[in-house]
């Protein structure tokens, strides 16, 4: 099995390349090793939770009308909630911890993931990571400019499950 996440999807892809003896070979797209909440997403989850904490809360009480119900389904806030807030208790997930080959895509601009490559530079080199930096991309761009983010992730599968 191979596995690939973008941002959310990442962080997973993160656990099973660790966890299970099943997968061959994983792509982390947007997120780093580590912790799965950062100080930057700790801030981001605070400011989402002040936001839409309330909201959450009232659906699940029942206590929404209809209209405001839908909405908040529709947007999934009542989940994202909770799982952000599950996050922030998830363990640390090393990249010497990645049992199958491994790799890390970000865009240049996303300042989380080039802050970690930075400071764990010299531990990466014992790892089955391979880091793979596009210019100017920002974690949007990761995930909505595939035309650039799919030949390189194709690339490594094929390299690393020996696709011809």
Partial sequence: MI??????????AR???????RVQAIAVIGVPFGRAVNKEFNDY??????????LSQAYEE????????KSA?????????????AMRGWPSIDASEIK??????????????????EEDSSSLKRTRVQIEIVDGFTHQQEFSQIDKVYPIV?????KELKVI
């Fill in 45 to 54: 989850i605070d400011v989402f939770i002040e936001k839409y904490g309330a």
């Fill in 100 to 117: 199958c080959p491994a790799l890390l895509l970000a865009g240049a601009k996303n300042k989380s993931v080039m802050d970690w490559i």
């Fill in 154 to 158: 194709n690339s490594f599968f094929k």
């Fill in 62 to 69: 029942g206590t929404l009308n209809e209209k405001k119900r």
């Fill in 15 to 21: 656990y099973l390349g660790a966890w299970s003896d």
């Fill in 73 to 85: 389904i529709k947007g999934r806030i009542p989940v994202w909630v909770a799982c952000f807030q």
């Fill in 3 to 12: 596995v690939l996440g973008y941002s959310f999807g990442g962080n997973i």
